[in-house]
């Protein structure tokens, strides 16, 4: 049994082909040349990182699904690699939807580059595994040089030519995807279009133990209210640990530390007089740090059920609403190569899975130590539904933020 999550973003385009594509000559496509320190610092990079990440899923949420994943890293990935190649007012709208504030590609690269350093784990407990990969068609599309390098070196990734006219290309791409997420995702694809060109794709994968995890005996099954006030039975975690955790008359919150203590995993549940999408909705980056900085650790009795969940939806309508209101229709990427005809996107894919149970990865064996003394804990019950936050502890950078509105799914 495991403590999963893993994710997949695919983004393609299609070309059209004609002769409208605008120019790189274009004096409105060229970037401004700002030295980096003077678009900001990491601690910069990592405010607009939380922000864009809280507003993405605030959006997505929006959608009204009743279980909601997605990772902010993962989509900035997929999305800062295309940026890297957007012109004029692709380029500027690019930077509305994903909340860039004063960073450039060259700053953005630069700092994803030092994050990635800072979110590779320390000790061999946790897996973090990040790739980028772009597969494109040569007959339709060639990298520049230019733009290869800036992939390489900012996000480390890698190019590999595939004919997309050959049917077998789809299996080569989703067995890509498999071999990445370990089997967790299979596929992505079902098809290639006959005028796409072009698959951008970030797999992370993220895996690991407890570092008080939760004894298999103390799991029953205990009620569980979802938002439109039915009750179901769900096999529910227990324990009575020391743990950090904060309560307030909007929320409570308990964090679950891996055994590294390089990640820590959040569960937030809003007041019972509160709605959970009301409380999504106003869920800023003040309540995000608010919690973290609040973080008492105590002795508390917590009962959080089991959960495997897995979503996958298209994010064009999230992003348009965020500005990408012409990127779907007539984009500029010139600054990626060669185009054979005019681009615009016309999916963006998003694939989520993850699993919660007692112990970690592998089944491996977690002792729980309770704090023995005679006074009855506060108790934080997980049984409606409820937000959590896969976060880096020293950056407070999310990989994945969630709602549980259906344990079962």
Known sequence: MKYLVSFLFALTFTLISCDDNQSVDNPSNEIPDIDISEQGDLDDYIGTSIEYGLGMFQDVDAEGEENVLISPYSLQSALYMTMTGAKGETYQEFRSALNTGDFLPNGLGTYYSDIYDQLTPKSNNTTFNSQNKIYYFPSLYTPSEEYTNDIQTYYNGTFTEEDFSDPATVDVINGWVDEVTEGRIEKVLDMIQADEAVFLINALVFTADWGIGFTEYGTSNRPFTTRDGNQIEIPTMSSDDVRPFVVT??????????????????????????????????????????????????RIQVYLPKFEIATSMNMKDVLVSRGMTTTFENADLSGMGQFAGSQYLTRVLHDVYVKVDEKGIDGAAVTTVGVGVESVPPTLRFDRPFVFVVRHIDTRVPLFIGKVGNPIG
Do not use: R
């Open 249 to 298: 008359d909007n929320y409570s919150a308990v964090d679950l530390p891996v055994s590294d203590e390089d990640y820590a995993v959040t569960f937030i549940m809003p007041s019972e007089s509160s709605d959970i999408n009301d409380f999504i909705s106003g869920f800023s980056s003040d309540i995000y740090h608010n919690i973290y900085d609040n973080l008492q650790s105590d």
